[in-house]
């Protein structure tokens, strides 16, 4: 909250659809230039698309590729989201439920990648092993 005190800049509110979606994409300049995990996710992506043309996977196999890649994207977000809101409220300060809280964010990463991992197995290997 000092953080916010400090700010000079008074928030304002969207006027309208154009005003909030230019938001939305400054949000996104901002995941790709500050967090690394989540340029690294973006890369994989391209690479699991790329792939998947090549491979020329089926579309009900592009459905289950496209879950799994923004499941792992928005499981990114929420971890960000969530360690920004901990270093807004505590800072520096060691606290157990702000570690509790990026810990557990983290966690859903994980989980989301395993849940991708999976799939990327499923639809991989018989089209590998088919070669
Ligand atoms: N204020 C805090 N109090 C207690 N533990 C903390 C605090 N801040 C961070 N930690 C611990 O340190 C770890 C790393 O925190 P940090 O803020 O550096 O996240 P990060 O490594 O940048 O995460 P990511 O790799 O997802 O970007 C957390 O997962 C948590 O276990």
Redesign the pocket.
């Known amino acids: 909250m000092t953080m916010a005190l400090k700010d000079k800049k008074e928030p304002s509110k969207n006027r309208n659809f154009i005003e909030s979606l230019k938001h939305a994409i400054d949000g996104l300049i901002i995941l790709c230039k500050t ?3 989540f340029r690294i996710h973006l890369l994989i992506s391209v690479i699991v698309i790329v792939l998947s043309i090549v491979l020329k996977i089926k579309s009900e196999q592009w459905i289950w590729i496209l879950l799994a890649i923004f499941i792992v994207l928005i499981a ?1 977000v929420i ?2 989201l969530c ?1 920004s809101i ?2 807004l409220i ?11 809280t ?2 557990v ?2 966690a859903g ?1 994980v989980i989301a990648s395993i849940f991708a991992i999976i799939i990327g197995c499923i639809v991989y290997i018989p089209i590998i092993l088919e070669l």
Not at 90 to 100: F, L, W
């Open positions: 967090e690394r995990n990114e971890n960000t360690e901990v270093n505590v800072g520096q300060e060691y606290n157990k439920i702000a570690k509790k990026k810990d964010a983290a990463v």
